[in-house]
């Protein structure tokens, strides 16, 4: 089979290694790639928001699959344009892709097949969105509607940072993506992503994985994309997995099906694990980024098979098995991420040789400059390690990540801390 992917960031890469393993791959595009794609994949330049121009490439070079790796294209209707051409794609419809587009439509949907989720408002005005505000009282969640790369999210723990919140959302701080507001219940527990192959009709559990969004060490500082992750997160126990099966998945398969527009491709649930039991903070329609790192070495089954599977609405024969081992992921940033990242400098990377056993470094903002690796992005590298636990596999991304030569760059120490913990005191 030929297969074209869709992105260019460390879930791509991580997508790219995994899909070109399979026994079944002939040729993989990727538009547009990064370096470290490129040594797996041919990268290709489309403007993908050219459905046109995808459709034709995807005609003259044979393509059997599309495999969208980011939100953007899918909201904006890439896999429809394709289905409409005849092309199998992995991905929903823009119809569907609105459970990340739009948390308003989630948040109606999880109303009417009532899915456990936080109590909310959702608004148009600053005016009326205070006084909701006050009504509820502190802490208390804003969230700009639309998207916003994971940071039109404000957790608020006084009224004032709420109600400058709501100012930024409409004072257009998210364009927009923030013309429209959701005032959500603070839910308190620990949150961890659930992840599920989906063909319209069947959703296929795969795993679990849990992110660091804060920018520093301990959790704090500004939302990011995802500072590190760890799979599988033993916190989601097998009872859990089945509660959040019931409770949540089949319910929303359920409602879009039942709203024609059943989902396909990879239905990715943010969860808060409430003493109440599993609530939906918030839905994806991709894999995670930096979730998908870690989820893919565990993989043992061929992704591509899955994938088409998804798209043929053919899941029901499928399974997914995975590794006992764990693993996680370290994120290398440039400096002056998540506000303004400089791009530009220099990056020495151990030859793979070199590095320890279970490692991949994968690439996100890199780029290539007069023959020099070069970071071109906020996130850059993706430091990825398996082992026997989290704790294992972090003490491995660690000492790979030392051996990089990149004094700008920066990244936390700490990821995974809660996981070790758990596993700390278990022995
Ligand atoms: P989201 O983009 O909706 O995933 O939100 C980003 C982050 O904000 C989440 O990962 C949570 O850490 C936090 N968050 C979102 N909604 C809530 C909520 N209702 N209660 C507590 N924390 C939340
Ligand atoms: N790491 C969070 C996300 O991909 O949305």
Redesign the pocket.
């Known amino acids: 089979m030929n297969l074209l992917l869709i992105g260019s960031g460390g879930r791509e890469h991580a997508l790219a290694v995994k899909l070109a393993d399979s026994p079944v791959l002939k040729t993989l595009f990727c538009a547009p790639g990064n370096p470290g794609i490129a040594e797996v994949a041919q990268c290709v330049t489309i403007d993908v928001a050219d459905h046109k121009a995808v459709i034709d490439f995807c005609r003259v070079n044979g393509v059997d699959l599309v495999v969208v790796g980011p939100e953007a294209p899918l909201v904006d209707g890439l896999a429809d344009s394709l289905t409409d051409a005849g092309i199998p794609v992995f991905g929903p419809s823009a119809k569907a892709a609105q459970l990340e587009g739009s948390?308003g439509f989630t948040k109606a949907l999880c109303d009417r097949m009532d899915i456990p989720t936080?109590g909310y408002g959702k608004f148009n005005n600053a005016p009326k969105a205070k006084a909701y505000i006050r009504s509820q009282g502190a802490p208390i969640?804003i969230?700009a509607d639309g998207l916003a790369a994971?940071k039109?999210?404000t957790?608020a723990m006084t009224l004032e940072e709420a109600f400058a919140a709501i100012d930024d959302c409409f004072e257009g701080a998210f364009g927009e993506a923030g013309a429209e507001v959701v005032v959500?219940?603070?839910?308190?527990g620990e949150?961890a992503s659930f992840f599920c192959l989906c063909d319209g009709t069947t959703a296929l559990p795969l795993t679990t994985a849990q992110d660091h969004?804060r920018v520093g060490e301990g959790d704090s500082g500004p939302?990011t994309g995802g500072m590190g992750a760890y799979s599988p997160a033993s916190i989601m126990t097998d009872a859990l997995i089945a509660e959040t099966m019931e409770s949540i998945i089949e319910p929303t398969m359920q409602g879009m099906a039942d709203q024609g527009m059943p989902f396909t491709g990879v239905l990715y649930a943010?969860l808060?694990l409430t003493a109440d039991g599993p609530k939906l903070?918030?839905y994806n329609v991709r894999f995670g980024d930096p979730e998908c790192q870690v989820i893919m070495p565990r993989l043992k089954d061929d992704l591509l098979l899955l994938m088409k599977a998804a798209a043929d609405g053919m899941l029901s024969s499928m399974s997914a098995r995975w590794r006992t081992q764990a693993a996680a992921t370290v994120v290398l940033c440039a400096p002056g991420y998540p506000a303004s990242a400089q791009k530009g400098s220099v990056i020495r990377l151990p030859k793979a040789i070199d590095l320890p056993e279970g490692v991949t470094i994968y690439h996100a903002g890199t780029a290539i400059n007069g023959g020099d690796l070069v970071a071109n992005g906020g996130r850059v590298l993706n430091v990825t390690a398996t082992g026997k636990t989290v704790t294992d596999a972090l003490k491995t991304a660690y000492r790979a990540v030392d051996m990089i030569d990149w004094p700008e760059g920066f990244c936390r120490r700490d990821i995974g801390w809660r996981e070790i913990e758990r596993e700390m005191a278990e022995g």
């Open positions: 948390k936080a969640v969230k994971g039109g999210v957790v959500e219940e603070f839910l308190e949150e969004k939302n943010g808060m903070i918030e």
